[in-house]
Structures are given as C-alpha cells and as structure tokens.
C-alpha cells in the first residue's frame, strides 16, 4: 500500500465524515464573519478620518475669518490627530476600543483633553468584539479539539483499530497521514479568509507570513495536547472530551481570569480621569492666583519668552495659555505615573500569555496589528508632541505682544498631524 494511496484514502475517509467536515466549515465561517466584521470596522474608522480632516480644515479656515486677536484664533482653532488602522488592524481590533483613535486637540492643557477624549461604549467594553483574535484564541482550540478527540478512540471503541493496525504496512504513517489531513483543513479553515482579508487590506507578504506562523503555532500547541490526551490507551472518548474541554477552560477562561483579578489587585495605581481631574485643578485655581506666581511657573520652564512685557492686572491671552501650560506640567508627574502603571500591567499579562495560549495569541495578533498598548501610547506620545508644536506657533505672537492683523495670521503655518507624526498620507 503506497504513499499516495493512503493519503487518497484518508481524504475519501474525512470527505465522508460529516461531523468533522462540519465543525471546519463551521471554523471557515465565524472565521470570514470576524473578518468581514472587522473590515467594515476598518473601512468605517478610514471613511471617518477622511471626513474629520475634511471638516477640521474647513471649520479652522472659516473661524480664522471671525478672528479679531490671536488668542481667540487659538482658542477656537481645533486640530485633527488620528491614529490610521494598520493592515492588520481589522483582525484584532485590541485597544482601539478602550482608547482615542479620533482627536481634535487645540493649544489648550493637553492633559485634559487626552484623558477626557473618551467615547468607548461600556457594554461593548465588557462584550468585547467578535474579530479574528477571538476566533484563534477561543474557538481555533475548541475546533481542534472535536476534531482529533475521538481520532483513537473511535476505532477502538468500534472494533476496527486492531484491524487497521495489524493491515497497514507502518501504524506509525497511518495516524500520522490522517492526523496532517486534519490538520491542514483546520488551518484553511482559519487562515483562508484572513489571507483573503489581508490581500484586501494591501499587507505586506512579511506580515502575511508572521500571523500564519502565528496561528500554525497555536494549532499545533493545542493539536499536540489534544493528541497527548487522545492517545491515552484506557481513555474512552467521552473521557478524552471532558479532559480536552476542561483544559481548554482552564487555559483559556480560567487563568486569563484568575491573571487579571491578581493583576488589578497587586498593580494599583491612578486612573486617566484623576491626571484630568489635576490639571483641570490646576487650571481652575490659577483665575484665583496672582498673576505672577502663573508667569513666574511658565517662565521656569520657557526661559526664552522670560523678557516678555509684564502683565498687568487686566486680561491677557498669555496669561491664559501660560496657565493651562503650568496646569500640564502640574499633571505630568501623575501622567507618568499612570503610564508606569499601564506598562507594569501589561508586563504581568505578557507574562501570564505564558501559561494561556489564548491571551499569547491575541497578544501577538495585536502587536503584529499595531492596536495594542504600545501602539496606544505611541499615539499618545504624537498627539502631545503634535500639540507642542500647535501651542508654540502662537507664543511668538502672543508673548511679543503682536498687534493683530489677519495678514500676520495667515502667517501662523501648523502643519497637518499626518506631516507631525510622520504618517502616510490619507
């Protein structure tokens, strides 16, 4: 019995088996609906940078030609920042969700307006989207286990693995041929309508190659656990099922669960809200301070705008600025402080994506998708770069005390946040 003629049998064997061929189909299914869900999601979030920009240059021209001082152009001259999907974003969303993707920020205190920029739905939150990491990392393993649980078992229990044994040339070649079989179809299941996804999106052939090597791993890990239980000799199936459903449980419900409960618990730390919450203190006690404990705080850190005209007791646009500058740096040190506390808990959960193949996956889905808490931060870190250069446009006329004219306003060049953060153009 030859080579060919085996593989020839073994896949007539898996075409007759419904069951199997079934629960693969049903893999290829949820697997393309996640990824046309996540698409759409992708499609959706372009279509709305693309407007935001549109909106944002025509509201900004237009409030530049009701201007009658600089401070006021300031003031109501919004800014786009976005942070553009990668080609990968539509398989595993990750914290686009829970953070800012969409920002219009102006000279004001930025701190404020990072952390108060909020529009994440709560039930989506707890719910969580139905993308392709969810598919790999929870239903992937629940396929692969009905898949090769009974592989053994079956013929044992119906009386044909002596025979099947004792006729063929190699055992070893017998169970490993229907084993690859298997195998592959589940991983077309899976891969099939991602590869398409990702030839939609343009990806590059590198990064094709990274989330099937991925997804390959995954399989293999659970395919090989499955089989370890699933060749136990005195083990019915029914017994192989409830060991191979119960570490799937445990792997990817339980120690996710039991990783966060002790993360949340053990890494303590303040909340975006309260770097808010201080700087919008700090903005709201500086009307009440004399002006000069605000100049002499901003001149601390602007040194070069130390020479500027002293104020007098009536309003001026710099003192304004100057305190909702002071008013960031006054929310710095608890910023930072939240960051360290974002990071020591995604240190702990990189951790724990040890002992769960489930957060591994969606962890290396997210990073090769750029969504997850890097990739956050990173915006993070453009958009306040972004700002620094929004609010240091007007300090020359501002702090030199520039008579006003639209001419010199015009004058005032910011440059797009795609040109800032150094992003493709839309």
């Known amino acids: 019995m030859n080579l060919n003629f085996r593989i020839q049998q073994e896949f007539f064997f898996l075409l007759k088996s419904k069951a199997v061929l079934g629960v693969m ?83 004001l205190a930025i701190e404020g307006q990072i952390y108060e920029t909020d529009s994440i739905n709560p039930e989506l939150a707890l719910a969580g989207r139905f993308d392709f990491a969810f598919v790999a990392a929870y239903l992937l393993p629940l396929v692969i286990v009905f898949v090769f649980y009974d592989l053994l078992a079956a013929e044992r229990e119906s009386g044909r693995l002596n025979l099947l044994t004792v006729t063929a040339q190699n055992a070893r070649s017998l169970w490993s041929i229907r084993i ?36 390959t791993l995954e399989a293999v890990f659970w395919t090989a656990l499955v089989l370890v239980i699933a060749t136990r000799p005195n083990f019915r199936s029914e017994t192989i099922a409830a060991i191979s459903v119960g570490t799937w449980i445990v792997l990817t419900l339980a120690i996710p669960i039991a990783g966060k409960v002790y993360i949340e618990s053990s890494v303590t730390g303040i909340k975006g809200s309260e770097v808010a919450l201080v700087q919008r203190e700090s903005v709201n006690d500086a009307w009440d301070l004399p002006k000069s404990v605000t100049m002499d705080a901003f001149y601390a850190s602007h040194p070069e705008w130390a020479n500027s005209a002293p104020l007098h007791e009536e309003w001026h646009w710099k003192w304004y600025y100057a305190f909702h500058q002071v008013g960031d740096e006054m ?74 004219s639209k001419e010199r306003l015009a004058q005032i060049a910011i440059p797009d946040f795609s040109e800032s953060a150094g992003l493709d153009s839309e």
Do not use: C
Not at 88 to 102: C, K, S
Not at 180 to 187: C, E, K, Q, T, W
Not at 188 to 204: Q, T
């Open 25 to 107: 189909t049903l893999l290829l299914i949820m697997s393309g609906v996640s990824v046309v869900l996540g698409l759409n999601y992708v499609a959706a979030e372009r279509q709305e940078i693309v407007e935001l920009i549109q909106l944002d240059t025509e509201e900004r021209a237009h409030k530049r030609t009701l201007a009658y001082d600089y401070g006021g152009a300031a003031y109501d001259a919004f800014h786009a920042a976005w942070n553009p999907p990668s080609d990968l974003t539509f398989a595993a969303i990750g914290q686009r969700d829970l953070n800012p993707t969409l920002m219009r920020i102006r000279a």
């Open 331 to 404: 929310a710095a040190g608890l910023a930072q402080e939240y960051r360290a506390t974002m990071l020591a808990r995604d240190e702990l959960t990189a951790r724990f994506s040890l002992l769960s193949p489930a957060v591994a996956i969606q962890r290396r889905l997210e990073a090769l998708a750029q969504t997850n808490l890097s990739a956050s931060l990173a915006f993070e870190d453009q958009v306040r770069d972004y700002h620094e250069e929004i609010r240091r446009a007007y300090y020359p006329v501002l702090f030199e005390e520039v008579p006003f």
């Open 180 to 215: 690859l079989l298997r195998f592959i179809g589940v991983l077309i299941a899976v891969l099939l309508p991602l590869w398409i996804g990702m030839s939609v999106e343009g990806a590059s052939v590198g990064l094709m190659l990274s989330a099937t090597l991925a997804i």
